[in-house]
């Protein structure tokens, strides 16, 4: 069954990584939430510079979700 790509994105829209775990890609998927909520806390206790990694890697997340999902689909 093909995965909607918009599906994918509005997960990693709500929170990256999300999108990865609807296309099945577990591992990366648990990394990207591991890491936007690193940035995250670290944006609050250590240095607000960490907003801007927050910032990237939830953009990061939603492109990359999009390109899996189209390889995903293109392979089935």
């Known amino acids: ?3 909607k790509q ?3 994105v509005l997960l990693s829209f709500v929170l990256s990584g999300l999108g990865h775990l609807y296309l099945g890609l ?5 990394i990207f939430i591991a890491l936007i909520l690193t940035s995250y806390f670290l ?5 607000p510079i960490f907003s801007l990694v927050f910032i990237i890697l939830w953009v990061i ?3 990359d979700s999009a390109r899996q999902t189209k390889r995903i689909n293109m392979q089935q």
Not at 26 to 30: A, C, E, K, T
Not at 43 to 47: D, L, N, W
């Open 1 to 3: 069954m093909k995965k």
């Open 6 to 8: 918009w599906v994918s």
């Open 26 to 30: 577990f591992l990366r998927g648990i």
């Open 43 to 47: 944006s609050k206790i250590v240095s």
């Open 61 to 63: 997340g939603m492109v």
